[in-house]
């Protein structure tokens, strides 16, 4: 069963939130998935967000954080923007996370084959994709 919600947030060190997201991949490389009562875990986030991690990834559809490490509603303060950005606004929103929400941990998270860094690297510069290829 799943476990995440009866852990202490506070307490937890950075390594335990690592250790959960290494395990939780674990479980997503293998093809297995924790049981989760997201019923449960809607009721018990309705009024309070409190993630163990803030992650900055990309907003490519095949690489849903929550998905690719197994986690669940209020665990993951996900911040995505193509080509896992760090912007101005994505730092603040992963400053957020961290120093009002109480995320014990930050990653950074690329993947392969992504098209945003390919559009950086071929100097595409349509509509606003500038905004995001110039940084």
Excluded: W
């Excluded at 997201?21 to 986030?45: E, P, Y």
């Excluded at 690489?63 to 606004?89: T, Y």
């Amino acid at each position: 069963m799943y476990k995440h919600p009866l852990l202490d947030r506070d307490k937890m060190t950075p390594q335990e939130a690592l250790d959960i997201l290494i395990d939780g991949n674990h479980r997503f490389s293998n093809n297995l998935t924790a049981n989760k009562d997201l019923h449960n875990l809607v009721m018990m986030t309705k009024d309070k967000q409190h993630p163990f991690v803030s992650m900055l990834s990309c907003s490519d559809s095949r690489a849903p954080v929550e998905m690719v490490f197994d986690q669940a509603l209020g665990d993951v303060f996900s911040v995505r923007l193509a080509g896992n950005i760090a912007s101005d606004k994505a730092i603040g929103s992963l400053e957020f996370g961290c120093k009002y929400l109480g995320s014990k941990l930050i990653v950074v998270l690329g993947h392969t084959g992504c098209g945003a860094v390919k559009a950086a690297c071929d100097n595409f510069k349509d509509g606003h994709i500038g905004e995001i290829t110039n940084l």
